[in-house]
């Protein structure tokens, strides 16, 4: 169902054309998809019945909008007892699409949408709290490997870099400009690049982590910053490094561990 080379707009329409309850959603709402900048989906839950002739899946399409907040779609896609043609339904919540699913296939409505007896990923899913989370991809990354595939949240992103480079304890972070810039910062992810790795520095043990915090700014661009953790310190604390690029982050790990 998901075309990476599907702009948002086109997603959108194709979604709502589908759908046989479109006209059921608010006017707002589908005033404010039509200003989305980027969208991800994904499959939510599957529940097939093979002897009984019906299955049904749930999506979940959420979309960033211009405004730079987010919004999401619950798509429930189905064929019924004795029929062959997949019909597809839209929702606001996914408290709407387990009653259509009671209504539909006569489930408890508590249960209805979101069985994960297929697959134990969907029970973990099951327990995640409802956020709105807005995804992106390298749609704002003009140039970017088409392999590559981020997803930012959007909250409070200004102020999380605010706090990466307040905690930097290293001369060399980076300074003023870049804070300047990370004001405008309205969605980001942190990923780790490197994982938890112990070593011995003058004897003691210590270990490292590279973690890197993407930013999208208000003008479509990307910065990032690249945070070293680490516990090569003389009284052996925990201590944290922000750079602006990765080579110079390893490069300070390398240099902390004494790696020649």
Known sequence: MSDPYETTEAHLERLLGR?????DLPDR???????????SSSLYTTHHSPAAGRWR????????????GSASL???VYRLEGDRTIRHEVFVSK???????????GDAPAEAAFDPELDPAFAAAEEEPDTDVAVLSALFAAGAPAHRHREYAVEESADHAR??????????????????LLRSAYAHQITQAFGTRPCRVDGRSAGFSLYEHSFVLLDGSAVSLWEVEHTA????RHMCEVYESEAAARG??????RVR
């Open 19 to 23: 759908a046989l309850n479109s006209f």
């Open 29 to 39: 709402l589908v005033e404010r998809l039509g200003t989305a900048l980027a969208h």
């Open 57 to 68: 899946e749930t999506h979940r399409h959420t979309y960033l909008l211009s405004d730079g």
């Open 74 to 76: 619950w798509e429930l």
């Open 95 to 105: 408290a709407e699409t387990c009653l259509a699913v009671a209504r539909l296939f």
């Open 163 to 180: 706090r990466v480079l307040r905690r930097a304890e290293n001369p060399d972070r980076p300074g003023e400009r870049t804070a300047l």
């Open 233 to 236: 310190t003389p009284d052996g």
């Open 252 to 257: 300070a790990m390398e240099l902390r561990a």
